[in-house]
């Protein structure tokens, strides 16, 4: 079936750092891929998301290209801010016409230290 | 903000028990959608519904029911409760496309906390 995996966490860094958040997929057809950011006591925004192959989603810093070959959605951020401090779900739409839903990964806390 | 609103935000009660939780979608979205967060499930699809109508139905229990009325909002409501159905209960919302369609985009809102003692 579909599923999304991302890198274990937590990820803990430094303000200033680079930051890539792994994740992958496995689904049949071209799913639709996101990015959603979950922050302390809030419910789930969007980031970013891509449509299909080689696209590129980027939103406050950070990017992440749809690769197909490597069935791959990885999140980066060229330099951290604690306020980036969060959990992060990569995510995929899949369904058929008119019933998709999205299938999550497992959630990266990430922690940004001053 | 997203647009979307739940309610309410907290709720407590006990084994055996009955809830309802509400959720309001985005001004103009049709399509409604529930999950659950949960510590050892992660975030898990429940149920979605279009202008009134089941679309999708994902890993909900038989204990758990949903609807959407004529005004949109929708309601999930979890019967004989269990401890291990304390979680966070998120709606989301998607806006419509030509055709009977919608976006893939989804709106959540901030959630409900239910705590089961």
């Known amino acids: 079936g579909n599923s999304v995996t991302q890198m274990e966490g937590p990820v803990t860094l430094s303000e200033e750092a680079f930051l890539t958040i792994n994740c992958t997929y496995t689904?049949?057809?071209?799913?639709?891929l996101f990015w959603y950011v979950q922050y302390p006591g809030e419910g789930l925004q969007l980031l970013l998301k891509a449509t299909k192959a080689d696209d590129k989603g980027s939103n406050k810093g950070f990017e992440a290209t749809y690769r197909k070959e490597t069935t791959s959605f990885h999140l980066e951020k060229g330099s951290v801010q604690v306020s980036d401090s969060a959990v992060y779900f990569c995510?995929?739409?899949?369904?058929?016409?008119?019933?998709?839903?999205?299938?999550f990964g497992q959630g990266t806390r990430l922690t940004i230290n001053p | 903000d997203s647009g979307v609103t739940q309610t309410p935000k907290h709720l407590i009660t006990a084994t055996g028990q009955r809830v309802t939780l509400r959720c309001s979608p985005r001004s103009g979205d049709l399509s409604v959608y529930w999950y659950q967060q949960s510590l050892d499930q992660g975030l898990q699809f429940l149920i979605q519904y279009y202008n009134g109508e089941e679309r999708a139905k994902g890993n909900i229990l038989e204990r758990f029911s949903a609807q959407q009325f004529p005004d949109l909002h929708s309601e999930l409501n979890l019967s004989s409760l269990e401890l291990g159905d304390s979680a966070l209960y998120f709606c989301a919302s998607s806006a419509p496309l030509a055709g009977g369609a919608f976006q893939e985009t989804q709106y959540f809102g901030p959630g409900t906390r239910l705590l089961v003692l």
């Open positions: 995510a995929l739409s899949t369904g058929p016409w008119g019933a998709q839903k999205l299938v």
């Open positions: 689904a049949t057809g071209y799913p639709s």
